[in-house]
C-alpha cells in the first residue's frame, strides 16, 4: 500500500488487512501508531466509511444520511422551544435557511446542517468539564470541540502545531463557514481527508472514527454522540449508558407526528 496510489488497490488491500489493523488499534502498545503504520488513511478519502461498513454493515452505515432529513425539522423545533439566547436565535435562523446578519455578534455562520447539529448540542446541554464541581462547559465553547472554521489561505501545519485538543474534531477550511472547500478529521496532530464534501456527510465521518479507531468520545459531546449512536445508528441501544435527558428527547422525536 505504501507505494501504490491506484486507489482500488488502497481499498482492496485495506479491506484485506482490517481485522489486522483493528487488532493493532485494539492493543495499547500499538494502537498510537496506527496512523504511522497505515499512512494510507492520511490522503486516500473513504477508507473510514469502509471500515465502519465492515464492522457494522452497509444498511447501518448509511442510517445518518437516510434518516436526517425526517430528524431535522423535529430538532429545529425542540430547539426552538428553548430559552433564547443570541447564539441559538441566530442557530436557529442558519438551520431554518433564514437570512442572518453578517455583522451579528457571534454569528456562528455555519449551514443548514451543521447549524442543526449544533442546535442538538443545546437541547442536550454540554455535560460539566472534568471533575470541577460546578463548572460547566457552555454551548459556545463545546463547539471548538466539535468543529473548527480553518480560513484556506492559512497553514493547516501551524493550526496543528497548536492544537492541544486531545479527541477528534472537524476542521473546516474554506474562505467562510458557509463556503466550505474540504473537510478534514483532526486526530493526534494528523489530519484524515473527509469524503463527504457537505457538512452532514463530514460530521458523518466524525462520528464513524470513534468506532473505526475504537475512541472514547469528548466527554463535552457525550451525549451528542450517544443519542446519534443510539437514536439514529441504532448501535448498542440498551447497554449504552443514556442520561433522562437523551431518553426523553429520542421518546419526544420518536413520537412526534
Known amino acids: 500500500m505504501t507505494h501504490t496510489n491506484e486507489r482500488d488497490t488502497i481499498f482492496q488491500k485495506m479491506q484485506e488487512t482490517f481485522h489486522f489493523w483493528q487488532g493493532l488499534i485494539h492493543n495499547p502498545e500499538t494502537s498510537a501508531s496506527v496512523l504511522s ?31 436526517w432529513p425526517s430528524y431535522k425539522p423535529k430538532l429545529i423545533k425542540e430547539a426552538a422551544a428553548l430559552v433564547q439566547t443570541p447564539l441559538l436565535q441566530r442557530l436557529l435562523q442558519s438551520a431554518r435557511g433564514e437570512q442572518v446578519e453578517s455583522s451579528a455578534a457571534y454569528h456562528p455562520g455555519w449551514d443548514s446542517d451543521m447549524s442543526t447539529l449544533l442546535l442538538l448540542l443545546h437541547i442536550l446541554s454540554p455535560q460539566p468539564a472534568g471533575r470541577k464541581r460546578g463548572h460547566k462547559i457552555s454551548a459556545r465553547d463545546v ?53 463527504g464534501n457537505t457538512s452532514l456527510a463530514a460530521f458523518d465521518e466524525l462520528f464513524k472514527v470513534h468506532f473505526v479507531f475504537s475512541l ?42
Open 37 to 67: 503504520m497505515f499512512p494510507r488513511l492520511l490522503d486516500t478519502k473513504g477508507l473510514v466509511l469502509q471500515d465502519f461498513s465492515l464492522l457494522f454493515g452497509a444498511e447501518t452505515a448509511a442510517r445518518l444520511l437516510e434518516k
Open 143 to 195: 463547539i471548538d470541540h466539535l468543529v473548527v472554521f480553518h480560513k484556506s489561505c492559512q497553514s493547516l501545519d501551524e493550526h496543528l502545531d497548536s492544537d492541544e485538543r486531545q479527541q477528534p474534531y472537524l476542521l473546516a477550511s474554506g474562505t467562510t463557514k458557509r463556503a466550505i472547500s474540504a473537510f478534514y478529521i483532526a486526530m493526534d496532530k494528523k489530519l484524515i481527508p473527509c469524503q
Open 216 to 257: 472514547n468520545y469528548d466527554e463535552s459531546l457525550r451525549s451528542m454522540y450517544t443519542f446519534i449512536q443510539t437514536t439514529i445508528y441504532n448501535i448498542d441501544v440498551g447497554s449504552t449508558k443514556e442520561s433522562p435527558k437523551l431518553k426523553e428527547l429520542r421518546a419526544k422525536l420518536l413520537h412526534d407526528v
